[in-house]
C-alpha cells in the first residue's frame, strides 16, 4: 500500500475524489456538509456529527446522528459540541444551538452503540486566517475509528477551502443587497409572522414619520433591530394588521394608503419564505399624484383655452357690430339717449376685457417668467373674480402700493395664485354665512420684498388643521368641490418665484395669507398712463381704403362709420377677391381680419408681401384672438398695427391718422 506525505492511501482516494465531485456544484454550506458526512461514513465508522459556521453575521449549523443515541449520548455529545463552538466563535452557545435546530439525518442503525470509549474529533473550521467554525466527530466504537485515518483530515481541509469560497460569494453578495437596501429612495420593511419588524432601511426609517400618522411614535423598537408597530391606530398600522389576518396571494398585494396628514404612499407586500413572514416596500408617491392632477387641471386648461379662443372669436364679430351701431346712434340720438348708449358701451366693454382676460388666463400655460409689476396682475386677478365674490355679497377694497413693484414672476401663475385665494376666501365666506370683505394690499418690504397681502374676515381656520391647508390634496370642501390642491400648488408657484406663502387666521375674525416675493431693481417713480393722442381726422380725408372680413354684419358696419371720414372704403367679404382688387389698385389702407375661410389674414398678407411689397406697411390688422401664440408672433413680425376686436370707431380712426403720420405708410 502506497502513502503520500499525509499519510493517505490508495483507499482513501476514491473516498476524496468522489467528495470533490459532489462538491464541485454546491451553493450552500448546508449541502456541502451533507456530502461532507455522507461520504464520510463511506470511509470511517461514526455514530455522530455536527458542523458550526460563524462568521460576521452569518450563523448555521446542523448536527448528524447515525442511528439512534440515547438521552445521555445526545447530551453528552451536544455539551461537548457546544463548548467547542464556544471556544471556536465568537459568538453564543445559544446563538449557535438556535441556529442549528438540531437536525437527524443519515440512515436508521438499530439501537446505539454502547462503548466506553467516546472517540471524538474536533477540526477547526477558518475564514481569512480566523476561526469560523467547527466540525465535531464522535464514534462509539471499540476502537478508535479516527486513528490512523487521515482522510478525515483531508476531508475536512478540503471542505473548509470550498467554505471560504462560499463564504466569500455570500458576503460579496450581501454587501450588494445591503447597498441596494441602503440606497434605494423606497422603504423596506421585513415583518415576521407575528408583526414584528426584524428589518428596515434608512428610507424606511425615516419614511415611518410619515407614513404613521404619530410621525413614527408608534413604531417601537423592541430590541435590537427589531420594531414593533405599536398603538398607533394610522393607516400604515392597519394596514400591516390586515395583512396579517389573510393570506397574501402568490403574486403579492399592492395598496395605496392615504395618511391623515395627506400624504400618498403605495405598498407592494410580498411573501418571505420564512413561515408568514412578508416584505412591504413603500414609496411616497404624494409629489407624483400631484403632478399628475396638475397635469390633468393644465391639459383641462389648455382645452379650456381652446374653446374660449373659438368663442371668443364668436362673440367678438357681434360686439363689433353692437358697438358701431351704438356710435351710429349716437351720433343722431338726443341727451338721455347718449347716456343710456354710453351704458351699453361700457358693458360691451366690460365684456370685451372679460373675454380678453379669460383668454389670456386659459392660453398662457409658459412657465416662464419675466420682470413685471405685480399690481396690475392684482388688478386683473380682482377683475376676474369680482363677478363671483358679488354674487355671494362679498366685497372687495384693493390698496395697491402707489408704484410699481417689479418682481420676476410668470404673470399666469400668479394670477392662478390670486384666483385661488379669493376663491378659498369667497368659498369659506359663503359656507359660514360670516364675513363681507376680502382686501387685497400691495407694499414693498424695508428688506426688498414685495408683499402682498390677501385677508378677509370671514370664518377663520381652526388651528387643529392650520397646519395642513397647504398639504397636498387637503381639503374641509365637499366632494367635487375642493381638490385641496389649491394652496399646495400656489406654495409651489410662489417658492418657484423665489418667495414665499404663509398663514395667520384666527377663529370667528378672519385670515390673511401673505406672499413674499424679491423685488427686483429700482422702483420707477411714475406710473406712465398711456394717454390717448388726439388726431386730426382730416389728414385721412383723402384715403382710400379696402376692408376685408368674412363677417358680413362687421363689414358693412365699419364701413358705414368710417366712410364719412375718408375718401373711399370698399367692404369685402371673400379674401381671395379682395386680393384681386390689391392687384388692381393701390389702396391707401387695407383693413385686414386674420381668421378667414379659405385664404385667412396671414395667407393673404404673406402672399401680398410678395406680389406687392409695397402695400405692405399699409395694413391694419383686424382680429378676435390676438392672443393666440400663433397670431400674436405672426404680428410681432410684420410689425403691423392691429386692433383687437372690438374695437370703437375712433381707435381705428386714430391707428389710421398714426400710420399715415409714419413715414413711407402713404401712397406716392
Ligand atoms: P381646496 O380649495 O380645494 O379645498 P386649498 O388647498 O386651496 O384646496 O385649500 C385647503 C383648505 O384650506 C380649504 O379646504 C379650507 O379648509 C382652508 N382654507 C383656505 N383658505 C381659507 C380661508 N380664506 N378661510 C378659511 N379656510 C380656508
Not at 44 to 50: P, S, T
Not at 187 to 199: L, Q
Not at 650 to 668: M, P, R, W, Y
Request: glycine share 8%; net charge negative; aromatic share 6%.
Amino acid at each position: 500500500m502506497t502513502t503520500n506525505g499525509k499519510g493517505l492511501n490508495e483507499t482513501h482516494l476514491p473516498v476524496l475524489y468522489n467528495f470533490a465531485r459532489a462538491i464541485s456544484a454546491v451553493f450552500d454550506i448546508q449541502t456541502l456538509m451533507t456530502h461532507f458526512f455522507n461520504i464520510l461514513k463511506t470511509a470511517v465508522d461514526f455514530d455522530a456529527g455536527a458542523y458550526f459556521v460563524c462568521h460576521e453575521n452569518h450563523l448555521e449549523g446542523r448536527v448528524y446522528v447515525k442511528g439512534g443515541m440515547d438521552k445521555a449520548q445526545t447530551d453528552e455529545f451536544t455539551a461537548a459540541f457546544s463548548k467547542k463552538v464556544t471556544g471556536s466563535c465568537r459568538c453564543s452557545v445559544e446563538e449557535g444551538l438556535r441556529a442549528m435546530g438540531l437536525s437527524y439525518l443519515m440512515d436508521r442503525y438499530d439501537g446505539a452503540r454502547k462503548s466506553a470509549q467516546v472517540h471524538r474529533r474536533d477540526l477547526e473550521l477558518k475564514y481569512m486566517g480566523s476561526p469560523a467554525g467547527v466540525i465535531t466527530i464522535v464514534s462509539y466504537a471499540e476502537k478508535d475509528p479516527f486513528e490512523d485515518t487521515p482522510v478525515v483530515e483531508a476531508m475536512a481541509e478540503h471542505a473548509n477551502a470550498v467554505l471560504e469560497g462560499l463564504l466569500t460569494h455570500m458576503f460579496a453578495e450581501e454587501k450588494k443587497l445591503a447597498d441596494i437596501l441602503m440606497n434605494m429612495s423606497e422603504g423596506v420593511y421585513i415583518i415576521d409572522g407575528n408583526g414584528v419588524c426584524n428589518a428596515v432601511n434608512p428610507k424606511g426609517l425615516e419614511m415611518v414619520r410619515d407614513l404613521c400618522d404619530c410621525e413614527g411614535a408608534g413604531f417601537e423598537q423592541a430590541g435590537a433591530e427589531r420594531w414593533v408597530f405599536a398603538g398607533c391606530d394610522c393607516e400604515f398600522t392597519r394596514c400591516v394588521k390586515r395583512i396579517r389576518e389573510s393570506a397574501l396571494p402568490e403574486n403579492g398585494r399592492h395598496e395605496e394608503i392615504k395618511t391623515a396628514r395627506n400624504r400618498v404612499f403605495t405598498l407592494s407586500i410580498s411573501a418571505l419564505l420564512e413561515k408568514g413572514g412578508y416584505i412591504i416596500v413603500a414609496k411616497d408617491v404624494t409629489e407624483e399624484r400631484l403632478m399628475q392632477k396638475r397635469m390633468m387641471l393644465s391639459s383641462k386648461l389648455a382645452s379650456l383655452g381652446e374653446m374660449a379662443a373659438g368663442v371668443a372669436h364668436e362673440i367678438n364679430n357681434p360686439l363689433q357690430a353692437i358697438l358701431c351701431n351704438i356710435e351710429l346712434i349716437d351720433g343722431e340720438t338726443n341727451e338721455s339717449g347718449h347716456r343710456r348708449l354710453k351704458r351699453v358701451r361700457d358693458g360691451v366693454l366690460r365684456i370685451k376685457t372679460i373675454i380678453k382676460d379669460l383668454l389670456i388666463f386659459a392660453r398662457e400655460q409658459t412657465t416662464e417668467t419675466e420682470n413685471a409689476d405685480l399690481n396690475p396682475v392684482i388688478e386683473k386677478s380682482l377683475e376676474i373674480l369680482k363677478h363671483q365674490l358679488r354674487m355671494v355679497n362679498v366685497s372687495t377694497a384693493l390698496d395697491l402700493f402707489p408704484k410699481p413693484m417689479i418682481v420676476k414672476i410668470n404673470r399666469n401663475m400668479f394670477q392662478q395664485v390670486m384666483i385661488n385665494l379669493l376663491q378659498n376666501a369667497r368659498d369659506a365666506m359663503e359656507e359660514s354665512g360670516t364675513g363681507s370683505t376680502v382686501t387685497i394690499r400691495s407694499r414693498l418690504a424695508p428688506g426688498k420684498e414685495a408683499i402682498v397681502e390677501v385677508s378677509d374676515d370671514g370664518p377663520g381656520i381652526p388651528e387643529k388643521i392650520i397646519d395642513r391647508i397647504f398639504d397636498p390634496f387637503f381639503t374641509t370642501k365637499d366632494v367635487g368641490k375642493g381638490t385641496g390642491l389649491g394652496l399646495s400648488v400656489s406654495r409651489k408657484i410662489i417658492e418657484g418665484m423665489g418667495g414665499s406663502i404663509t398663514v395667520t387666521s384666527s377663529v370667528g375674525k378672519g385670515t390673511v395669507f401673505q406672499m413674499s416675493i424679491p423685488h427686483q431693481g429700482a422702483v420707477i417713480d411714475e406710473r406712465r398712463a398711456r394717454k390717448r393722442r388726439e388726431y386730426d381726422y382730416s389728414i385721412i380725408r383723402e384715403k382710400s381704403i379696402l376692408m376685408v372680413d368674412d363677417d358680413e354684419e362687421v363689414l358693412r358696419i365699419v364701413s358705414e362709420a368710417v366712410r364719412p371720414r375718408v375718401a373711399s372704403v370698399d367692404p369685402v367679404r371673400v379674401s381671395t377677391e379682395a386680393f384681386e382688387r390689391i392687384m388692381e389698385k393701390d389702396y391707401d389702407f387695407i383693413l385686414l381680419d386674420i381668421k378667414m375661410p379659405g385664404m385667412d389674414g396671414i395667407e393673404f398678407f404673406t402672399k401680398m408681401a410678395d406680389a406687392r411689397p409695397h402695400l405692405a406697411g399699409r395694413v391694419i390688422f383686424m382680429t378676435g384672438d390676438i392672443e393666440s401664440g400663433k397670431t400674436a408672433e405672426f404680428l410681432r413680425l410684420t410689425g403691423c398695427r392691429y386692433l383687437a376686436k372690438p374695437f370703437a370707431i375712433s381707435e381705428l380712426l386714430d391707428a389710421v391718422c398714426e400710420v399715415t403720420l409714419k413715414k413711407g405708410a402713404v401712397k406716392g
